[in-house]
């Protein structure tokens, strides 16, 4: 069943309802094989949890979603936009694309609402009043509007995470990647980060999620997606994938995170 | 005195204890921690007393403010007339007499322009700014003259007005070149990154005297012959590009200190290279680099002498030429002490600055 969600659309070809289309991507690191022939298919509103050990590539497909790594061979199209060197094409899927990473990657230098709007204001040109609206719609659904005027070095590290969700937020994506978003934090600080990417899956958010967090991928994922040394070892639904693994190292890989 | 005992929680906040805080903590502390400072603490007082004197003795106490040549000065001390009678020169340089106020007046504009530049909380900061921005051109026509305004050579300029106009001028031209240098350095682009790490490499290899003897005999004959290009906007050139060469890589230093998770961040919000570096990149790596590029700033404009050794008479070409007056004869530390008190006002006023844009800059801890 896995292999359904890969053929859907075979000539490439991206329907409505197709909103990433990875086709036979490669990626090499110098002489290093990092990513094996990738085919995924998003539709939209799907959410995807990967996981895999570290360096199985998963951090680095997904950055080839907004092109922070380039791939090599295959095809990555996202909203129907296919991804090559094209600077404009780049900025053109970036702007539908948000991300939040591992180190939260906030600007120390601007305020919790100036890192919210900078986006808003430079790329989507709205005027700073809309945009400041915009940013604390946002920064009160994650639950710290009143955090705006401080600086990121003055927040905890789940605020701040928090902080980056709203900021991807208000340039209104249409996909949310995450990679490993809860890795850097303080055991007590991930539930308030996934409860804010639980609410964002409730609401309906396309959402790629590169974590090790399996309690989450049981409660939103559509599909978990397992990776190894560079390639999609498996994908199923979360029941069928935790309850009944297919291959070796997926079973492998999970009896290591789920009992210790 | 017991301490009291408290039940686990209940712990209050106690203020720290009083030998600890206050003028009498911070002597206690910082003067006469252990008998090693003591006796480092004592040996200094002496040693600031001994010098705060003996200067004070030969500068002000036994010193002569006026007089027309060597022989009015019969106090013993230092023999400040001479600088006196030769104020004008080491300020002015030969601009005319009459047409100096138009120097009083550009420093004057030029003090206005940098206080917007430099703080924050302006009264109508945007009108001055724009003045700032036209500064440049107000300033060429008052020392150059046009518009009704004598012409005055650049041959004339000296003393204390060439050292601004050189400082000044290569301060603010190098900062804005070395910032483009560095992203170039660091360029994607092998073409770029060539010329970028060519240039920087052969500016930094060269001392800047051998740049200025090219900017003052070489350059005459690369160019046709009867083509005047003027000396001091040759020298200008050269002290800005090499100044632009050294601020590149303190520059770097601070890009380099800028973690790429900011980039992505920004690139992924769809900001493209240009607004990522303006927005981002920029801001934070020039705060860290403050402390290097002020250095360089106080560097460049120190270095603003060695045009003496071409034969444009800065401060200390102006001093050489006084001393060199038989009324003056055996006359020498007076000049320099004055000289280097110039130098040293302008130069602790950079630092100093630095110190405060660094304060102002600090933003919770960066992480």
Redesign the interface.
């Known amino acids: 069943m896995s292999e359904a969600h890969v053929t859907e659309t075979p000539d490439g070809a991206p329907s409505n309802d197709v909103l990433i289309q990875i086709i036979g991507m490669h990626k090499w690191y110098g002489s290093f094989h990092v990513l094996k022939d990738i085919n995924l298919t998003v539709r939209r509103g799907e959410r995807i949890v990967v996981c895999g050990p570290s360096g199985s590539g998963k951090s680095t497909m997904i950055r080839c979603i907004?092109r922070?790594e380039e791939h090599q061979r295959g095809k990555v199209i996202v909203e129907g936009i296919e991804l090559s060197n094209d600077?404009k094409k780049i900025?053109?899927v970036?702007?539908e694309?948000?991300?939040v990473?591992q180190?939260f990657?906030?600007?120390?230098?601007l305020t919790v609402l100036e890192n919210c709007t900078?986006?808003p204001i430079?790329?989507r040109k709205l005027p700073k009043v809309e945009a400041e609206e915009i940013a604390m719609r946002y920064l009160e659904r994650v639950k710290i509007p009143e955090q705006a005027a401080?600086?990121?070095?003055?927040l905890s590290g789940g605020q701040?995470q928090r902080v980056?969700i709203a900021?991807?937020l208000c340039?209104s994506p249409n996909v949310m990647l995450f990679d490993e978003p809860t890795s850097a934090l303080d055991p007590e600080m991930i539930k308030e980060v996934l409860d804010v990417m639980i609410g964002l899956a409730e609401d309906g958010m396309t959402m790629l999620v590169v974590s090790h967090e399996m309690g989450f991928a049981r409660r939103v994922a559509d599909r978990v997606i397992f990776m190894d040394e560079g390639e999609i070892i498996e994908q199923n639904e979360p029941h069928a994938f935790f309850e009944n693994p297919q291959s070796d190292r997926t079973k492998l890989f999970l009896s290591q995170i789920l009992n210790h | 005195m017991a301490d009291a005992t408290y039940q686990p929680g209940q712990h209050p906040d106690l203020p720290p204890p009083p030998s600890t805080t206050g003028v009498v903590g911070w002597v206690r502390n910082n003067l006469l921690s252990s008998p090693l400072n003591i006796f480092l603490t004592v040996v200094s007082g002496l040693l600031v007393y001994f010098v705060a004197t003996s200067v004070y003795e030969w500068g002000f106490a036994n010193a002569d403010f006026s007089g027309a040549s060597r022989q009015d000065c019969t106090s013993g001390g230092a023999c400040w007339a001479l600088i006196n009678v030769r104020f004008g020169q080491f300020i002015y340089g030969f601009y005319p007499e009459a047409q100096r106020w138009r120097v009083n007046l550009a420093f004057v504009g030029l003090v206005v322009a940098l206080w917007p530049l430099l703080f924050d909380n302006v009264p109508a900061r945007k009108q001055l700014l724009w003045y700032a921005g036209a500064y440049p051109i107000i300033a060429f026509v008052l020392l150059l003259g046009g518009f009704g305004l004598e012409s005055v050579e650049t041959a004339k300029f000296g003393g204390f007005l060439l050292t601004m106009v050189i400082g000044v001028t290569g301060i603010a031209v190098s900062l804005p070149l070395g910032i483009v240098l560095a992203l170039g350095r660091r360029s994607d682009m092998l073409f770029i990154r060539t010329i970028c790490i060519g240039f920087i490499e052969f500016i930094r290899g060269v001392p800047l005297i051998t740049l200025l003897f090219v900017a003052s005999t070489l350059l005459s004959f690369f160019l046709p012959p009867g083509t005047t290009f003027n000396l001091l906007l040759r020298v200008l050139i050269m002290v800005t590009l090499f100044s632009s060469a050294y601020l590149a890589e303190v520059v770097r230093g601070g890009l380099q200190a800028i973690p790429v998770g900011q980039r992505e961040a920004a690139e992924s919000l769809g900001l493209g290279y240009w607004r990522t570096m303006y927005l981002i990149i920029l801001p934070q790596a020039l705060k860290i680099s403050i402390p290097g590029i002020v250095n360089s700033f106080i560097g460049l404009f120190k270095d603003t002498t060695l045009v003496a050794i071409i034969g444009l008479l800065d401060p200390l070409g102006i001093g050489r030429a006084a001393l060199a007056d038989t009324k003056w004869q055996g006359l020498s530390s007076e000049v320099y002490v004055f000289v280097a008190v110039l130098f040293f006002i302008f130069s602790f006023g950079m630092s100093r600055y630095s110190l405060y844009l660094e304060k102002k800059l600090e933003v919770g801890h960066a992480s």
């Open positions: 907004n922070l600077l900025d053109e970036r702007r694309v948000g991300m990473f180190q990657n906030l600007f120390p230098h900078l986006g430079w790329v401080k600086y990121p070095g003055q701040q980056a900021r991807s340039m």
